[in-house]
């Protein structure tokens, strides 16, 4: 209890306690195109103190269930050539109120939709992180963190990297009490901004919401009566504005 209450104490007189980095990474979903082995992704920090950020990569694997695990991302065949996303450079120094990006490299199979987890968490750098930093920075940089009051906030992005023969065939079924969004094809759609409202008052909404469908799956939702729903259907760079009514 006593240091809880110096840490509080802390944060009330010295508000350069809470100095630091500050990252932010943009949107938490991204997607690989078919015909795409690359992707850019930038790395923001709106902090005050230079930002050193690890990478790590899993993939997610789905059960028959609908469970999942989150398993490393392994090599395959002699030559030790991953199986799955790397992240290239895995390692940034992000400047203070600068950016940094890094490419997320796809290889292996692409006859199915597989999906990762990327994970990216800023560190005090140590001499086995092998950032390019000195001892002497690095003991000056930790400093700067105003002795270990500073916490640093990680974020983790899901990463869907669609089959080389990406095919979208979504089929609607909009019956008088349900609507179903059906996806047969063999990659992801997106329900985007999803909102349900009164029929007689647009003020009165239910909070936006965003979903994915995975192939083979289906989104379904009860309509009732007064009520309007609105959402963006999202196929790789179609979007479709649609609507119904209970």
């Known amino acids: 209890m006593k240091q809880l209450f110096a840490l509080l104490v802390l944060s009330l007189f010295y508000p350069s306690a809470h100095a630091g980095p500050n990252i932010n990474i943009g949107v938490v979903y991204d997607y690989l195109a078919g015909d795409k082995s690359t992707y850019l992704k ?44 790397m992240a290239s450079p895995a390692r940034l120094i992000i400047p203070a109120q600068g950016m940094q990006a890094t490419r997320l490299l796809f290889m292996g199979e692409r006859d199915k939709e597989r999906y990762f987890r990327v994970r990216f968490v800023p560190v005090v750098p140590e001499k086995e992180d092998e950032f390019a930093v000195s001892s002497e920075e690095r003991e000056e ?10 916490v640093m906030a990680g974020f983790g992005t899901i990463f869907f990297v669609r089959p080389q023969n990406a095919r979208f065939d979504s089929v609607i079924d909009d019956s008088a009490d349900t609507y ?53 259907l999202v196929e790789g760079d179609s979007k479709k504005n649609l609507k119904t009514a209970g």
Not at 208 to 220: D, I, L, N, S, Y
Request: net charge positive; with cysteine; proline share 3%.
């Open 42 to 85: 930038r790395v923001y920090n709106s902090g005050d103190s230079t930002a050193f950020v690890k990478i790590n990569v899993l993939e997610i694997i789905y059960n028959a269930d609908g469970t999942s695990t989150e398993v490393p991302v392994k090599a395959q065949g002699e030559a030790g050539a991953r199986d799955g996303v």
């Open 180 to 232: 179903k969004v059906r996806n047969n094809g063999n990659t992801v759609v997106v329900i985007d901004e999803f909102k349900s409202c009164s029929r007689t008052n647009e003020a009165e909404c239910d909070p936006t919401t965003k979903h994915h469908v995975m192939a083979g799956k289906t989104f379904e939702f009860e309509k009732k009566p007064g009520r309007e729903y609105r959402f963006i």
């Open 141 to 150: 940089y930790k400093k700067t963190l105003t002795a270990g009051v500073n």
